[in-house]
């Protein structure tokens, strides 16, 4: 008769047992650190500037920063929908003259690129340069900008009446909020060549308090770019 097999219970030391729990939770943390998500630092547009003709259209691209952020996810939003429309996709559909900044928000963080839109008509293109010279606040004087254009008939509209008023003054270089100026600026023109002319800003009595002034110009519907008047202390 062969004797029954007792089988000796294996007991495991609570310290043992306690390091072997341990190091489970470890492994657990570990996977969890990896699949930790990542956060949206910044975004971007490729291009801080468009201008489309009526009726046409563009698609901008959104980048994410980092690129292996969790969420990429962005809404996209016109400030002037009668101007231009777009889409969830980045796709910008002019539809008449004006202005309008397209801005992208990131779904994460709420973080904000956009573009400044103008919306033309046959081409046609404003651009003011930079200021040539100072001006001083307080002090009577003149300061000039050379602008360029594609304009066809730059030297009628350049001459006509309607421009010496066409100057408009904004809050920010988003150039979509119209301010008054304090103080007696008046524009006023100078030499006109076949694709540009030159612009000033006049001060009588006294400019501006000191600080940056954006502002556009606009010659039959058509706007140029954001420009900055500086006037120094």
Do not use: H
């Not at 980048?63 to 101007?83: E, L």
């Not at 231009?84 to 801005?103: H, Q, Y």
């Amino acid at each position: 008769m062969v004797a029954p097999v007792r089988l000796k219970r294996i007991q495991v030391p609570i310290t043992v047992l306690a390091m072997m729990l341990l190091c489970m939770s470890m492994v657990a943390c570990g996977e969890k650190e990896d699949k930790k998500s990542v956060n949206v630092t910044s975004v971007s547009l490729n291009k801080a500037a468009l201008t489309l003709n009526v009726d046409a259209s563009e698609t901008l691209t959104a980048k994410i920063y980092p690129s292996d952020a969790t969420n990429k996810g962005v809404k996209w939003t016109s400030s002037d929908a009668s101007v231009a429309t777009v889409d969830n996709d980045g796709k910008v559909t002019a539809l008449k003259l004006g202005i309008a900044n397209i801005t992208v928000t990131t779904d994460d963080a709420g973080l904000v690129a956009f573009c400044d839109l103008i919306v033309t008509i046959n081409g046609i293109t404003i651009t003011v340069g930079t200021q040539e010279s100072p001006m001083r606040a307080g002090i009577p004087g003149m300061v000039s900008f050379r602008v360029n254009t594609t304009y066809i008939n730059i030297r009628d509209a350049v001459s006509s009446a309607s421009f010496f008023s066409s100057a408009t003054f904004f809050s920010n270089v988003n150039g979509i909020n119209p301010i008054n100026v304090p103080g007696d600026l008046q524009i006023t023109r100078g030499g006109i060549g076949d694709t540009y002319f030159s612009m000033s800003f006049v001060s009588l009595q006294g400019a501006p308090p000191s600080g940056k002034y954006y502002f556009r110009l606009k010659i039959d519907g058509v706007f140029s770019n954001v420009a900055i008047l500086t006037i120094d202390p």
